[in-house]
């Protein structure tokens, strides 16, 4: 059965085993709520499940007989924003009850993103274009186009900024501020030619950009900077997929790999 496995992480960064959290089929998005109190998984086309992240308890299961589910998002009003394999967009409350739905786009549903103030959606278009999409009207407002295939993309915090992962393109960084929008900086040394690579935000004000590659190692850049300003490695010894900046320690980082390891980075001691 495949899992996703919950670690308990100490601001000293010991690592301690936490909760394992079952699905039928790979796992293929995780989304914390706003307080970190609960986590939402979505298996490859079959269900969104909710659970209690401190004692790892099923919370709720969310399903459907004609279709399955492949992304998931937490909505900052407590929905749940759900990308489905019939290549709509639904949403839904906390018991499962459908509120709204969006249909008949061209989006690429296992990537999403919506808004802080619930206005805007992001998916990804016909494979190099980003679509934002206003929530209320049902409608494509804008389309970012890329400059070759999207494999994932990450919204700020302050959802002023976007970064797009590319297809040996490297990262790409989007500024979407209305009147401002377009593409500010391009950041570059990982090696991303064959996998989803997902990049990250973070640090003080997210100053800092991180990302995994190919090789193994972990690149982080300065915004301002394109060429790295520090790559970590000697660590995994697979593609490193996976990054995630802690939220509250600006001084710690997250980074998975296909060698199936989890490294928790951060200052000396």
Request: charged share 20%; aromatic share 8%; with cysteine.
């Amino acid at each position: 059965m495949p899992l996703k496995m919950i670690y308990m992480v100490t601001d000293g960064g010991e690592v301690r085993f936490g909760h394992i959290l079952g699905h039928e089929k790979p796992v293929l998005t995780v989304s914390w709520s706003p307080d970190d109190d609960q986590l939402l998984t979505c298996g490859e086309g079959e269900v969104i499940k909710r659970w209690e992240a401190n004692s790892g308890r099923l919370l709720h299961v969310y399903e459907r007989t004609d279709f399955g589910f492949i992304s998931c998002a937490w909505c900052p009003v407590g929905f749940i924003l759900a990308g489905t394999t019939d290549q709509s967009i639904i949403l839904l409350d906390l018991e499962g009850a459908e509120l709204d739905s969006w249909k008949d786009y061209a989006l690429r549903m296992s990537e999403m993103a919506i808004t802080n103030d619930g206005t805007r959606i992001l998916s990804i278009y016909e494979d190099s274009s980003i679509a934002v999409i206003d929530r209320e009207k049902k409608k494509i407002l804008r389309l970012l186009p890329q400059e070759g295939v999207i494999t994932s993309f990450s919204l700020s915090n302050d959802n002023k900024v976007l970064l797009v992962n590319l297809l040996n393109r490297g990262i790409h960084f989007w500024s979407l501020l209305k009147g401002y929008e377009g593409l500010i900086s391009r950041y570059e040394g990982r090696i991303s030619t064959r996998f989803i690579i997902r990049s990250c935000l973070g640090g003080l004000e997210e100053t800092f950009i991180a990302s995994g590659s190919e090789d193994s190692r972990v690149f982080i850049w300065h915004r301002g900077q394109r060429i790295p300003i520090m790559q970590l490695q000697s660590i995994h010894t697979g593609t490193v997929n996976c990054v995630s900046w802690n939220p509250t320690n600006i001084h710690m980082l997250a980074s998975a790999s296909d060698d199936h390891k989890i490294v928790i980075w951060g200052l000396p001691s």
